[in-house]
């Protein structure tokens, strides 16, 4: 017997299959989707068996040495899955099998065999292994006794032994150190100046909302224990014991809910993907439905019928809405059948949760991007809740799409895909228009609750009457008004595009990262500069750089500062800010949004994060700063993602008894991303939008690939990326594909490396994968010895 095995080295001469001989008595053991450890050269790795042969056509093999699992870790649709997706998206077939395991089995950690029964249902042979009291290592079974492994494997299938990984939690602890302020109103003054790093100290912990640990405090401020101590003796701060947050979801008790009876509506769109499920025939719908028109109960009702039929579900949603309250939706109607995959969860408890799908204890899967890979054998449905969002798209290698692989195993299965959205992506809308996809429409709220009314204000009419305010008097007016009726509002911020920089008044010179060609962002708490992308810091300067001027200030408004401004003309108001400095610890999303919907706050003011599934009757009032920040940003999609965070936003206001209300803010209330906004209308929005797509000849009207290429210096970058642009030219067909570039990327250089793209659009091209792998094999030396990085992006999302 011969396995064919990739191994676990990730360079694109060994990304093909391997043989290695199967020793005498792990035949009919080792199977295809288990991963066994090979000698290769002078190593010894792990790899995945993807076949088994009779024979091998070359004549000296070596043996596989050990074997580190009992049953397949990938089942034959996942070994087929990969295989696509590397073809796909031009990746090594190793990354793609990787990322279908949970990150716990990549490393070398040790398993145990764990007795499920009594020592004496055991074989004889095996019984010696197992003492009370004592872990039995899986190496001492196996390597003692290659023959032990037949016996183990029948009864893991048997479910006597379970074979398990010793998941060492780095950095494990139950509780941690932390500490807070004694007095939250202590005067800063009252600490001498020379006792700067104790300033420092209480400066931060007044502006945080709570607690932090001693340990991230000390690599925050880069200060010592002693200081901390010193505090401590002085009585400014406490020091306490806490319990570290790890899943935030522990805990947390589900009620019970029933199936509703459907509206009309949803029992019209519920009936061809119950049919699509019943005659196990493949189907992709679009589940076009506003917000608030009651789309999570179909998914709700499509999972029951699957699992009746005895099938398995599959559930995407965006990472930042698997909220406690958004599971507790899946879990109040199918209980302990639901296993939960969010990014909270700690190594071991992802694990865990593997464990569970892959022996069958659990029949629905909820889950971020990465769920998309559970190994489940009969899946029935598979839903892709907010099909829009980008983070569906991989952004490293392999760099795939969560929809795409959502459609091969549903067509590999039989069963329906449902993509739902308030704001279906163009492409996704465009496929459903050409019937390619089913459309399901979902048009009104349920309870034929009123969209709420938005109303767009002109900033520039603002400026104009006299308010440098960054709250135009519409809002401000409301924000009052729903404070004194005990209302509560939201404000929104969009992050990308505001962050706060640093510019000199007297010469217009703005404070730029030394190794990337990006403006340094200011970070209040610790008073210094950073840049997003390297993580490059520097003290705030006191005078210009250039100049020499001491009129440096920071500008733009990031959620300090409108938290700052807003304390200042609302004195009153209290506000929760959430952005990813007030949410970066664990749990602390979730404490304070529920803090928000107890009505401890009147202004929820926040970025991203606080656009989706918030859902509070007490919320009246959206307020949106500046719509058109993103507009600007060099991105295609730029109006659709305008379109679609607007109504996201929106969405948020008047769900339940009181109306809503939007305010949104803009410097261009005349683009039709925004004016289309008030009347919610999607349709009029994506031909609007498509118009233009038709006309620069964008996606869905074309497909894209970008290819990066970056190097430390700047004219190899620009020699390798001609040649890659003269190549495609010639090997691409010039009547229907497009080369664009090479051009500077429009983040021109990252890390002290400059970086170049070049585009293609095309519309069908035969012969795109296999050229773009030769565009890979050709710089292949240059990439593994030199410091030339070409990466290419099938269907890209980002572009900078
Ligand atoms: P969407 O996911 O489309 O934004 P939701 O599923 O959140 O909408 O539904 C909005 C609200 O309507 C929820 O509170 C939900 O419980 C309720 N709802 C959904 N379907 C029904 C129904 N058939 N009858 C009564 N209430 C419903
Ligand atoms: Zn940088
Ligand atoms: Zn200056």
Same mark, same amino acid.
């Given at each position: 017997?011969?396995?064919?095995? *990739?191994?676990?080295?990730?360079?694109?001469?060994?990304?093909?299959?391997?043989?290695?001989?199967?020793?005498?008595?792990?035949?009919?053991?080792?199977?295809?989707? *288990?991963?066994?450890?090979?000698?290769?050269?002078?190593?010894?790795?792990?790899?995945?068996? %993807?076949?088994?042969? +009779?024979?091998?056509?070359?004549?000296? %093999?070596?043996? *596989?040495?050990?074997?580190?699992?009992?049953?397949?870790?990938? $089942?034959?649709?996942?070994?087929?899955?990969?295989?696509?997706?590397?073809?796909?998206?031009?990746?090594?077939?190793?990354?793609?099998?990787?990322?279908? /395991?949970?990150?716990?089995?990549?490393?070398?950690?040790? +398993?145990?065999?764990?007795?499920?029964?009594?020592?004496?249902?055991?074989?004889?042979?095996?019984?010696?292994?197992?003492?009370?009291?004592?872990?039995?290592?899986?190496?001492?079974?196996?390597?003692?006794?290659?023959?032990?492994?037949?016996?183990?494997?029948?009864?893991?299938?048997?479910?006597?032994?379970?074979?398990?990984?010793?998941?060492?939690?780095?950095?494990?602890?139950?509780?941690?150190?932390?500490?807070?302020?004694?007095?939250?109103?202590?005067?800063?003054?009252?600490?001498?100046?020379r006792a700067a790093k104790q300033r420092e100290i209480v400066d931060f912990l007044k502006e945080s909302i709570e607690p932090i640990s001693v340990q991230d405090?000390?690599?925050?401020?880069?200060?010592?224990?002693?200081?901390?101590?010193?505090?401590?003796?002085?009585?400014?701060?406490?020091?306490?014991?806490?319990?570290?947050?790890?899943?935030?979801?522990?805990?947390?008790?589900? !009620?019970?809910?029933?199936?509703?009876?459907? $509206?009309?509506?949803?029992?019209?769109?519920?009936?061809?993907?119950?049919?699509?499920?019943?005659?196990?025939?493949?189907?992709?719908?679009?589940?076009?439905?506003?917000?608030?028109?009651?789309?999570?109960?179909?998914?709700?009702?499509?999972?029951?019928?699957?699992?009746?039929?005895?099938?398995?579900?599959?559930?995407?949603?965006?990472?930042?809405?698997?909220?406690?309250?958004?599971?507790?939706?899946?879990?109040?109607?199918?209980?302990?059948?639901?296993?939960?995959?969010?990014?909270?969860?700690?190594?071991?408890?992802?694990?865990?949760?593997?464990?569970?799908?892959?022996?069958?204890?659990?029949? @629905?899967? @909820?889950?971020?991007?990465?769920?998309?890979?559970?190994?489940?054998?009969?899946?029935?449905?598979? %839903?892709?809740?907010?099909?829009?969002?980008?983070?569906? +798209?991989?952004?490293?290698?392999?760099?795939?799409?969560?929809?795409?692989?959502?459609?091969?195993?549903?067509?590999?299965?039989?069963?329906?895909? *449902?993509?739902?959205?308030?704001?279906?992506?163009?492409?996704?809308?465009?496929?459903?228009?050409?019937?390619?996809?089913?459309?399901?429409?979902?048009?009104?709220?349920?309870?034929?609750?009123?969209?709420?009314?938005?109303?767009?204000?002109?900033?520039?009419?603002?400026?104009?009457?006299?308010?440098?305010?960054?709250?135009?008097?519409?809002?401000?007016?409301?924000? +009052?008004?729903?404070?004194?009726?005990?209302?509560?509002?939201?404000?929104?911020?969009?992050?990308?595009?505001?962050?706060?920089?640093?510019?000199?008044?007297?010469?217009?010179?703005?404070?730029?990262?030394?190794?990337?060609?990006?403006?340094?962002?200011?970070?209040?708490?610790?008073?210094?500069?950073?840049?997003?992308?390297?993580?490059?810091?520097?003290?705030?300067?006191?005078?210009?750089?250039?100049?020499?001027?001491?009129?440096?200030?920071?500008?733009?408004?990031?959620?300090?500062?409108?938290?700052?401004?807003?304390?200042?003309?609302?004195?009153?108001?209290?506000?929760?800010?959430?952005?990813?400095? $007030?949410?970066?610890?664990?749990?602390?999303?979730?404490?304070?949004?529920?803090?928000?919907?107890?009505?401890?706050?009147?202004?929820?003011?926040?970025?991203?994060?606080?656009?989706?599934?918030?859902?509070?009757?007490?919320?009246?009032? @959206?307020?949106?700063?500046?719509?058109?920040?993103?507009?600007? %940003?060099?991105?295609?999609?730029?109006?659709?993602?305008?379109?679609q965070l607007m109504e996201q936003v929106s969405g948020r206001a008047g769900r339940h008894d009181l109306e809503g209300k939007v305010i949104i803010q803009s410097y261009t209330p005349d683009h039709y991303s925004i004016e289309l906004v008030k009347s919610h209308d999607y349709e009029h929005f994506f031909k609007m939008e498509?118009?233009?797509?038709?006309?620069?000849?964008?996606?869905?009207?074309?497909?894209?690939?970008?290819?990066?290429?970056?190097?430390?210096?700047?004219?190899?970058?620009?020699?390798?990326?001609?040649?890659?642009?003269?190549?495609?030219?010639?090997?691409?067909?010039?009547?229907?594909?497009?080369?664009?570039?090479?051009?500077?990327?429009?983040?021109?250089?990252?890390?002290?490396?400059?970086?170049?793209?070049?585009?293609?659009?095309?519309?069908? !091209?035969?012969?795109?994968? !296999? $050229?773009?792998?030769?565009?890979?094999?050709?710089?292949?030396?240059?990439?593994?010895?030199?410091?030339?990085?070409?990466? /290419?992006?099938?269907?890209?999302?980002?572009?900078?």
């Open positions: 017997m011969i396995a064919k095995v *990739i191994v676990d080295v990730p360079t694109s001469q060994t990304d093909r299959l391997f043989d290695y001989a199967v020793p005498k008595e792990w035949e009919n053991v080792i199977q295809p989707g *288990i991963r066994v450890v090979v000698p290769f050269g002078p190593r010894k790795i792990q790899g995945f068996v %993807i076949d088994l042969e +009779k024979e091998s056509t070359l004549n000296k %093999i070596k043996p *596989i040495e050990d074997v580190l699992d009992v049953v397949p870790v990938l $089942t034959q649709e996942l070994l087929e899955l990969g295989e696509w997706l590397s073809e796909q998206t031009l990746s090594f077939k190793l990354s793609a099998y990787q990322l279908m /395991i949970p990150a716990a089995m990549r490393t070398k950690v040790k +398993k145990e065999i764990v007795l499920l029964t009594e020592r004496q249902n055991l074989p004889a042979s095996l019984q010696n292994y197992f003492e009370p009291g004592k872990k039995t290592l899986w190496s001492d079974v196996i390597l003692d006794q290659k023959a032990n492994l037949k016996l183990v494997q029948e009864l893991v299938r048997e479910g006597l032994l379970e074979v398990r990984y010793q998941v060492e939690e780095k950095g494990h602890k139950k509780t941690a150190r932390y500490i807070k302020l004694a007095d939250p109103n202590v005067q800063l003054e009252e600490i001498p100046t405090l000390l690599k925050k401020l880069q200060t010592t224990r002693q200081v901390i101590t010193a505090l401590v003796k002085k009585g400014y701060i406490h020091e306490f014991e806490k319990e570290v947050y790890r899943d935030p979801l522990a805990g947390v008790q589900f !009620e019970q809910t029933t199936p509703l009876p459907l $509206t009309e509506q949803q029992q019209q769109v519920i009936e061809p993907i119950l049919d699509s499920l019943v005659t196990k025939q493949h189907d992709t719908f679009l589940l076009h439905g506003v917000t608030g028109s009651g789309k999570t109960e179909v998914y709700l009702q499509a999972i029951d019928k699957a699992l009746q039929l005895g099938r398995e579900a599959i559930v995407l949603v965006p990472e930042i809405s698997l909220t406690p309250q958004m599971v507790q939706r899946f879990k109040g109607r199918f209980g302990s059948k639901v296993a939960v995959l969010h990014s909270g969860l700690s190594m071991g408890e992802k694990y865990d949760e593997w464990r569970k799908i892959l022996r069958k204890e659990v029949e @629905v899967v @909820v889950g971020a991007r990465s769920a998309i890979f559970a190994p489940f054998t009969n899946v029935g449905i598979i %839903i892709i809740d907010e099909e829009h969002e980008t983070s569906y +798209k991989q952004e490293e290698n392999p760099k795939y799409h969560a929809r795409d692989v959502a459609i091969f195993r549903g067509s590999y299965h039989q069963c329906p895909v *449902i993509l739902g959205s308030a704001t279906p992506s163009l492409e996704s809308y465009a496929r459903a228009k050409k019937q390619v996809y089913q459309l399901l429409p979902l048009t009104t709220r349920v309870n034929q609750r009123a969209m709420p009314a938005v109303e767009v204000v002109d900033m520039r009419e603002e400026l104009r009457n006299g308010n440098r305010s960054m709250f135009s008097y519409t809002l401000l007016e409301m924000l +009052k008004d729903r404070i004194e009726k005990g209302e509560q509002s939201v404000l929104f911020l969009n992050r990308r595009g505001y962050s706060t920089f640093v510019m000199c008044r007297d010469c217009g010179y703005v404070a730029t990262c030394e190794h990337c060609d990006i403006s340094l962002t200011y970070h209040r708490t610790q008073h210094s500069l950073k840049c997003h992308y390297c993580g490059h810091e520097e003290k705030m300067p006191n005078t210009c750089e250039s100049c020499g001027s001491d009129h440096i200030r920071f500008f733009g408004s990031g959620t300090q500062k409108v938290e700052e401004e807003l304390t200042r003309v609302l004195p009153t108001a209290r506000v929760i800010r959430m952005d990813i400095d $007030t949410t970066r610890r664990k749990g602390s999303h979730e404490r304070l949004l529920s803090a928000f919907g107890r009505g401890e706050a009147d202004i929820l003011l926040g970025t991203q994060m606080i656009a989706k599934g918030l859902d509070f009757p007490k919320i009246t009032l @959206v307020g949106v700063l500046a719509a058109d920040s993103m507009l600007h %940003i060099p991105d295609f999609r730029s109006a659709e993602r305008t379109f498509m118009s233009q797509r038709k006309v620069a000849l964008y996606p869905p009207y074309v497909f894209m690939v970008l290819i990066n290429i970056s190097h430390p210096e700047l004219t190899k970058v620009i020699t390798v990326s001609e040649k890659i642009a003269s190549f495609l030219k010639r090997e691409m067909q010039e009547s229907t594909t497009t080369i664009l570039g090479p051009v500077a990327s429009p983040l021109a250089r990252i890390k002290d490396r400059y970086r170049y793209q070049c585009m293609i659009k095309y519309r069908n !091209e035969p012969r795109l994968l !296999e $050229t773009l792998r030769e565009i890979q094999q050709h710089f292949i030396r240059d990439m593994n010895q030199g410091q030339l990085q070409v990466s /290419i992006d099938m269907h890209p999302y980002m572009f900078t």
